[in-house]
């Protein structure tokens, strides 16, 4: 009987080497200079001015390359700092301008801003399908920023699942116009991640700019 090993030793094929283009090195610049000295008309050799001008020309290109590196190395260097400047954040709790609410273990806070006053606030809080699972309603709302709070049930006070929710918010004068209104979410940073050379912080998948920042507790 013959061992599977065997018949795959002896009839293995080796693995052709991979070719294709690759940048040329100072090894291969020389070997091709003294190719072209080994080939050149004795009776009519080539003027020393055209090897200095291609050794200079080569010595830039070399140059230029390790520039390049030096600084890709600097802006890798950059990343992994502004990566380690931003970890302190996980776990401190941001606010942001944006329609979001975060639902944990307990009640979850939201805000908005108003810029008139406002006889009704109306809120629709969505999950991820864009469903309305519960609607919220405050009156006789004053100028400036609010802070609220959702039980996190939806209208028949089943309790929702953890994670993040948008909601559409308007408010209305006494008159029935729309005034303006601005969301506002709290949110607990749970990690920190690099988009397009830019760090960001996270909240599950939600990604924020350090910049959007208006408060931090």
Not at 6 to 29: H, I, K, M, V
């Amino acid at each position: 009987m013959l061992d599977v090993s065997e018949l795959t030793s002896a009839g293995a094929t080796p693995a052709p080497e991979r070719t294709g283009p690759r940048p040329l090195g100072q090894d291969d610049f020389l070997k091709l200079l003294i190719t072209q000295l080994k080939n050149q008309d004795p009776l009519n050799p080539t003027d020393n001015t055209e090897f200095v001008s291609q050794l200079a020309q080569f010595s830039q290109l070399e140059q230029s390359a390790k520039q390049a590196q030096l600084l890709q190395q600097s802006l890798d260097a950059q990343t992994a700092s502004l990566q380690f400047t931003l970890l302190p954040m996980i776990g401190r709790t941001v606010t942001i301008r944006q329609p979001v609410v975060q639902l944990g273990d307990g009640p979850a806070a939201f805000g908005y801003t108003l810029e008139k006053n406002a006889e009704k606030v109306l809120v629709s809080i969505q999950d991820h399908q864009g469903q309305v699972v519960r609607s919220l309603e405050y009156r006789d709302q004053q100028t400036g920023v609010h802070a609220v709070e959702w039980d996190g049930k939806d209208q028949d006070g089943i309790p929702m699942q953890k994670g993040l929710y948008r909601y559409v918010i308007s408010a209305l004068d006494a008159e029935g116009k729309a005034v303006p209104v601005e969301g506002r979410a709290s949110l607990t940073v749970t990690g920190v991640r690099m988009e397009e050379g830019q760090a960001k912080l996270l909240v599950g998948d939600l990604a924020i700019e350090p910049s959007a920042i208006v408060e931090l507790r």
